[in-house]
């Protein structure tokens, strides 16, 4: 069947498809635009890379690897990370879960938003047979109880209170919405010690954190919180916020992350006690690109056919670069030298802009087509249908990523394995 699938927003949790392919079949991406030349945005995805960059994940930490579904809940990427070998799902919504189900009945998953609607719990208790809930609140613990208590209870719930941290540096925090301070977390897990069948503590240092001592100073901060508890803690939830490459970001090696992960951790003396991690952006965003086409050019802004309110939206506010590679719609000059661009999105609002720069040759013209790649994180998902552009296509490349990593180098064997998945239907 075709390896291309229309949809209208590249909307994973409302569209699914039937998907069995072998690796080598793959096509390309150049030989896609070729054939294709497409007038709207193509999504990429790269299996191989993505489950290259799970199972160097899974080889690396100490403890389960639980997804951030969150980043990128297309069933294609989903699938490339349990071919890397990640069998925990960190779920945010009851559609994620039931995404998550579906495609996978064995797998463990973890209802890890700290506020949830008394449905979603209901829903995923009793029908999806989900444990463990997150919360930083009592109000939001007392919910729990209360939404799963009328059910047949064969287990306690694992609950898991959520402890907001200090500023780390990262590109976004993440303790402003979310988490506990250390008086009311303290209080939270003495209270749910009681109810418990499995007691956590979680935090998050942050999106796209590049520094590892964040870990270590959260870890610490996780003990004395514990310590002062005075309740036996199962497991030590470290969240996600690893950090992966962009131009011009070069983050530390993942093994210098685990290592202040694991010194923190065996510093606490918890010998009953398990490690979790979230990674999200550090599985995927490898793993896939876009593809836009140039459908004006004035001087050196370029306006194209995707944007902020489709999927470069970390290109907007954030201010993220993406690496960028031309793909001409005619033969042109090779070799032209490189010059910095700034991209307009297709919508009519003027904050649809992506300052960049991006690197591109400087004979880039109407008609030519540009991949843009280290999507495969919060690219896709965030598409909206605003001013009408939502139609996009994707399609599963064999390409390698745009930006190749240690944590790709390191699991090179994960390519060679065939891709051949059950239908999601």
């Known amino acids: ?39 709207e945005p193509l999504h990429c995805v790269r299996p191989a890379a993505i489950s290259a960059a799970a199972q160097a994940f899974v080889q690396a930490f100490n403890g389960d690897v639980l997804y951030a579904v969150k980043c990128n809940p297309e069933p294609a990427v989903l699938r490339a990370v349990w071919a890397g070998g990640v069998r925990h799902f960190d779920c945010a919504s009851i559609a994620e879960v039931t995404l998550v189900r579906r495609l996978f009945p064995g797998a463990a998953i973890h209802f890890m938003h700290p506020v949830k609607s008394r449905g979603a719990i209901r829903e ?19 919910k729990i109880l209360g939404e799963i208590g009328g059910a047949s209870l064969d287990a306690k719930p694992g609950l898991f209170v959520r402890l907001a941290l200090p500023s780390s540096g990262a590109a976004i925090n993440l303790s402003t919405k979310f988490g506990a301070d250390v ?29 590892p001592l964040a870990w270590r100073e959260a870890m610490e901060l996780a003990g004395m ?62 793993g ?39 793909i001409r719609a005619a033969k042109s000059v090779i ?19 992506m300052h ?18 280290q999507l495969g994180a919060y690219g896709a998902c965030l598409r909206t249908s605003f001013n009408g552009f939502d139609r996009a296509a994707l399609v599963e490349v064999s390409d390698r990523p745009m930006l190749e990593t240690a944590g790709y180098e390191a699991a090179q064997d994960v390519t060679e394995m065939p891709f051949a998945f059950a239908s999601a239907a």
């Not at 008086?183 to 935090?203: Q, V």
């Open 1 to 39: 069947m075709s390896l291309i699938q229309n949809r209208a927003a590249v909307a994973p949790l409302h569209r699914h498809f039937s998907l069995s392919t072998q690796a080598a079949t793959m096509p390309n991406v150049a030989g896609i635009v070729a054939s294709m030349r497409p007038e």
């Open 124 to 142: 995923a208790w009793v029908v999806n047979g989900v444990r463990d809930f997150v919360l930083d609140t009592q109000a939001e613990m007392d």
């Open 183 to 211: 008086e009311t977390a303290i209080e939270l897990l003495r209270t749910a010690r009681g109810f418990a069948g499995k007691l956590g503590l979680s935090f998050h240092v942050g999106s796209q954190c590049m520094d």
């Open 225 to 286: 919180v514990i310590v002062r508890a005075g309740v036996a803690v199962d497991v030590i939830d470290v969240g996600g916020g690893f950090p992966v490459a962009y131009p011009d970001i070069d983050p530390p090696p993942l093994g210098a992350f685990m290592a202040e992960i694991d010194a923190a951790f065996d510093k606490l003396n918890l010998p009953n006690t398990k490690l979790w991690a979230e990674p999200g952006r550090a599985l995927v965003a490898g």
């Open 288 to 326: 896939g690109s876009v593809v836009v086409q140039v459908q004006l050019r004035k001087g050196n802004m370029l306006y194209v056919n995707d944007g902020v309110y489709g999927s470069l939206s970390d290109a907007g506010i954030l201010g993220f670069r993406f690496p960028t590679k031309l």
């Open 335 to 353: 070799g032209a030298p490189e010059a910095a661009f700034s991209l307009f999105g297709p919508t009519c609002d003027s904050a649809d802009v």
């Open 356 to 373: 960049g720069p991006f690197m591109l040759p400087d004979d880039v013209a109407e008609g030519d087509w540009i991949e843009l790649g």
